[in-house]
């Protein structure tokens, strides 16, 4: 097995429809031969939102990076912060949106659940 190093700032950050941010995938089968995980960045400026659908057999991770956010489940609000995550099995959606003056940057991890 080999190392590879993925100089994430070179990548091309694609913008996303109105409302919706930017994001990069900074892990995938083309960069580095992943076969089981997509890594991305994403970054919302304030009046952007970010909805995590549910995938089926799918497991996600959301991890703010920077910035101060609001993240909804099951209809209800948290406050977070930098170094906070969030966990999704395969049947959960959450809403993130920026809180207060600055954007926020996520790292977002989807894995597919591993049939036994």
């Known amino acids: 097995m080999s190392t590879t190093f993925i100089d994430t700032g070179k990548l091309p950050r694609v913008a996303l429809p109105a409302g919706q941010g930017a994001m990069t995938e900074i892990l995938n089968r083309d960069l580095c ?3 089981n ?3 991305t960045l994403r970054w919302l400026d304030t009046s952007d939102s970010f909805a995590a659908e ?3 057999d799918t497991h996600q991770l959301l991890y ?3 910035g101060d956010g609001t993240i909804t ?3 209800k609000d948290y406050d977070v912060a930098k170094g906070a995550g969030i966990y999704l099995g395969p049947k959960e959606t959450a809403r993130i949106r920026p809180r ?3 954007g926020v940057k996520l790292f977002h991890l989807v894995v597919p659940k591993i049939k036994d």
């Open 64 to 66: 703010f990076m920077e």
């Open 54 to 56: 549910a995938k089926a």
């Open 37 to 39: 995980v997509v890594g």
């Open 100 to 102: 207060g003056k600055g």
């Open 73 to 75: 489940l099951e209809g």
């Open 33 to 35: 031969g992943a076969k």
